[in-house]
């Protein structure tokens, strides 16, 4: 797609942060009901300030709850399922997952977005304060 793309532009103004590409070694712990809790060593394809794209041998539904451990620093997070598609590698599904709170620090990504930032103005949601203009009116 070119950066002039409509459809680049209507993607990119949908998400919450910009992604970055970058591999993160994680393991994803797996605790579904009746079943003997289970994990799997993998690692990121995607990451955001409000979750990852990453692979998978375990079969995952939309909306069920994992938890993430970063290899690196023990740091463990929730996170949902909120979507999945098949990949290049047999036996794996790309899985989207999503932070219960945004944690842009989770990934330890030493130079993220401004937009990881709810202070910044790149970021979704964010409200400059409202100055009023200096009074145009001439005192005496």
């Known amino acids: 797609m070119d950066a002039s793309d409509p459809q680049l532009a209507k993607v990119s103004s949908q998400?919450?942060?910009?992604?970055?590409?970058?591999?993160?070694?994680?393991?994803?712990l797996?605790?579904?009901p009746g079943?003997?809790?289970?994990?799997?060593?993998?690692?990121?394809?995607?990451?955001?300030?409000?979750?990852?794209?990453?692979l998978l041998h375990?079969?995952?539904?939309?909306?069920?709850?994992?938890?993430?451990?970063?290899?690196?620093?023990?740091?463990?997070?929730?996170?949902?399922?909120?979507?999945?598609q098949t990949s290049s590698q047999p036996d794996r599904k790309e899985v989207g997952i999503?932070?219960?709170?945004?944690?842009?620090r989770f990934w330890g990504v030493g130079f993220p977005p401004v937009d990881w930032s709810p202070r910044s103005p790149e970021a979704k949601g964010y409200r400059p304060k409202i100055v009023a203009p200096p009074s145009t009116t001439k005192k005496s």
Request: charged fraction near 30%; proline fraction near 4%; include cysteine.
């Open 35 to 54: 079943e003997k809790p289970r994990s799997e060593e993998t690692k990121t394809l995607i990451v955001n300030a409000h979750g990852a794209l990453i």
């Open 98 to 104: 999503e932070f219960i709170q945004p944690a842009p």
């Open 15 to 28: 998400r919450r942060s910009q992604r970055v590409y970058i591999s993160i070694e994680i393991v994803v």
């Open 58 to 84: 375990a079969q995952v539904v939309i909306g069920e709850s994992l938890i993430l451990r970063n290899v690196k620093t023990e740091e463990e997070l929730s996170c949902r399922v909120v979507d999945f």
């Open 30 to 32: 797996l605790h579904k």
